[in-house]
Structure formats: structure tokens, C-alpha cells
């Protein structure tokens, strides 16, 4: 579903993207682990749209190559991520953060569909649809802004550390949100810290580190590696 290769991205000198590789399938969920700095968000700006990478990169979604087309295009062809920080409007409400999502023209015409979709999954929204949105918790925010990329009607979504500063207890609300979007049956890609909980949902997973991919395989061989158990979850199987 998503092709991309040799992803270079260069900020000033900084090489941050260091010829990358990357395929998610339809369907699939699929995890990019690393550690701070390491590139992940780098990479998810340039599936987005929002960075340009160098040339020679290769980026394409269902066959069309990305390369070159306005960030505005992205969500209009299906494609849609959830940035860190969540970057919703945090002085309008919940409602009017979500219609703000339904704003890509093949969005409108399922505008009451995917409202219904995103109120089913958070039932929480669906009673504070009139409450401005910096107001709320951190995970209602979170809620409000995986909720308002799926407003666009997304065939893959992105989510840039959905978990980031939230409670334990908000982290496995997060996650069974996550389980029950990918049930509806779109692709996801997801970047995050917490690794045990991310490579629960998803199939695959890649490593980066330092601008490059260094490894990849199905979320139980990475669960198994050693590598990934040292630099990620403590040791410990
Ligand atoms: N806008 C920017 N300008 C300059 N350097 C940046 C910018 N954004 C990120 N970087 C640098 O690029 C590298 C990768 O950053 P980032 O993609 O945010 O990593 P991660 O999400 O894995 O923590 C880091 O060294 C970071 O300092
Ligand atoms: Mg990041």
C-alpha cells in the first residue's frame, strides 16, 4: 500500500533521514521503534507530506507516486497522520475539531459516517462534543486528535507517540482504541515509546537508529530479540 525508499532528509547539514526504506500493506499495523532523535518523526513528516525528502527518494501509496505533490494531497488520497503533540485546535470544540478532520473533498461526503465511527469508538467525546478542546485531559486530547484524522476518512494512519505523557491506566485506553480502529480495517503506522504495548497491536515493526533502518521483522521475532529487549524493554522478555 505504502513504498518508500532511500528516504534521505537533510535539515541545514544535519542528515536526518539517511536512506530509509519502509512498506506498509493494507491492513496492517505496523511499528517504528527507535530512540529519541533517531529519526522516527522525520520519516512520518515525510509520508505525510509534510517534509520533502532528497532526491532519488522513491514514495508511493496504491500505485501513485507521491513525490513532488502539496501536503494537501496526502489526506485527499487517504493518508493521514496523527503529529506529536497531537496538534489539534485547542480553542475550538471537540465537534468542531472533528469537522475541521472531514475537510479533504472525499472526506465530506462520509462527514456523518465517520462521526458516528469516531463517537462509537470514544463514547467520551460523544458527551463532550461541546467542550473546547484544551480544556480537556491529555488522553481526551489524544482522543480528539486520532478522532479528527479519521474524520478524512484515512486508508493509513500515522501516530507520532500517541501514548506520550499519559497515565498507565489512559496508555491501555489509548491502546484498545488503537486495536478496535485497526479492526475497521485501515493500515496503521505507528511510532512509539512504549514498545511491549505497540508490538501487541501490530504485525511488523522496524528499528531505526541514527537516521537509518536497522532491522525489521514481525512483531514476535523483534519481541524475542535481545537487542530490541536491552534497548527497549528492560531486558526482560
Ligand atoms: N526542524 C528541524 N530542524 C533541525 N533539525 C531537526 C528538526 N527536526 C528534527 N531535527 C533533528 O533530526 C533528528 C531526528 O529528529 P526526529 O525525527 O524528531 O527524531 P525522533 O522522532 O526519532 O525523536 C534529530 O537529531 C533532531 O534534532
Ligand atoms: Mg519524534
Known amino acids: 500500500m505504502l513504498e518508500a525508499k532511500t528516504i534521505a532528509l537533510r535539515y541545514g547539514k544535519h542528515l536526518a533521514l539517511d536512506g ?15 530512540a529519541n532523535g ?6 512520518l513528516k515525510v509520508l505525510a507530506g509534510l517534509v520533502r525528502p532528497e532526491p532519488g527518494a522513491v514514495l508511493a501509496f496504491e500505485g501513485q507516486s507521491l513525490l513532488g505533490r502539496p501536503a494537501h494531497d496526502f489526506p485527499e488520497l487517504g ?30 461526503a462520509h462527514e456523518q459516517r465517520q462521526r458516528d465511527l469516531v463517537l462509537e469508538l470514544f463514547p467520551r467525546l460523544a458527551e463532550r462534543q461541546g467542550q473546547i478542546a484544551r480544556t480537556m485531559s491529555g488522553g481526551e486530547q489524544q482522543m ?19 501514548s506520550l505523557g499519559l497515565a498507565p491506566i489512559v496508555t491501555s485506553e489509548l491502546f484498545a482504541a488503537l486495536k478496535r480502529i485497526q479492526s475497521t480495517g485501515l493500515a496503521m503506522l505507528v511510532v512509539e515509546q512504549n514498545v511491549k504495548a505497540s508490538l501487541a497491536i501490530a504485525q511488523r515493526g522496524y528499528l531505526m537508529e541514527a537516521g537509518r533502518i536497522t532491522g525489521s ?19 526482560v522478555a
Do not use: W, Y
Open 20 to 34: 530509509v526504506g519502509v512498506a506498509i500493506a493494507a491492513h496492517e499495523t505496523v511499528v517504528v521503534l527507535g
Open 38 to 43: 533517531a529519526g522516527k518523526s522525520s520519516l
Open 79 to 108: 493518508i493521514a497522520l496523527v503529529p506529536e503533540g497531537r496538534g489539534i485546535f485547542g480553542d475550538l470544540t471537540v465537534a468542531e475539531n472533528l469537522q475541521l478532520g472531514a475537510h479533504p473533498p472525499h472526506a465530506r
Open 144 to 162: 480528539v486528535a486520532i478522532g479528527r484524522a479519521l474524520m478524512s476518512c484515512p486508508r493509513l494512519l500515522m501516530l507520532d507517540e500517541p
Open 217 to 235: 521483522g514481525t512483531a514476535e521475532a523483534l519481541r524475542a530479540d535481545p537487542a530490541v529487549q536491552r534497548a527497549f524493554l528492560g531486558g
